[in-house]
C-alpha cells in the first residue's frame, strides 16, 4: 500500500465536525430508547440507566473497530486506522481504550492533533491509530 502523504490526514475542523455529529446521534439514540422504555410499564431506573451507559461507551468503540468509524466519521469523510497498518482497523480493545481516554481528556485531546506531522491526537497515541481522510 502506498504511504498516506501529510494531506491524507484528517484535519482537526473534520474531526470536530465528526464529534458534533456523533454527540447529536447518542443524544437522539438515548432519546428514543427512554421513549421506547416509556411504552412499558415499571420499567426501573437501573434499566434506563443501563441502557443509557452502555449506547454511550459502546457506540464509538464498536462503530471504530468495525467499519474504521462512527456515523460523525462517515459523514466527515475521515476513517480511523492503525497507525502502522493503515488499511486495518484497530481493534475492539485498542478502539475502548482509544474512546475511554477520548472522553476523559475532552477537548484538550483533540487540540493536541495540531503539534505533529500525522496530526494525532493523545488518544491515538494510546491506541496506536490515525485518523485519515477517506476518499
Not at 93 to 102: D, E, G, H, N, V
Amino acid at each position: 500500500m502506498q504511504a498516506l502523504t501529510k494531506t491524507d490526514y484528517a484535519i482537526l475542523p473534520d474531526r470536530i465536525k465528526a464529534a458534533i455529529i456523533d454527540a447529536l446521534l447518542l443524544i437522539a439514540a438515548m432519546y428514543a430508547a427512554s421513549e421506547l422504555l416509556n411504552l412499558f410499564d415499571n420499567v426501573p431506573n437501573y434499566v434506563r440507566i443501563v441502557i443509557a451507559v452502555l449506547l454511550f461507551i459502546l457506540y464509538d468503540p464498536l462503530f471504530t473497530s468495525q467499519f474504521g468509524g462512527t456515523i460523525g466519521h462517515s459523514f466527515s469523510n475521515i476513517a480511523v486506522r492503525k497507525d502502522t497498518e493503515r488499511e486495518n482497523y484497530i481493534g475492539f480493545p485498542s478502539a475502548l481504550a482509544r474512546f475511554i481516554f477520548k472522553f476523559s481528556l475532552g477537548w484538550v485531546s483533540l487540540l493536541t492533533v495540531t503539534g505533529n506531522k500525522k496530526k494525532k491526537a493523545v488518544h491515538d497515541y494510546i491506541a496506536n491509530s490515525v485518523v485519515v481522510t477517506d476518499k
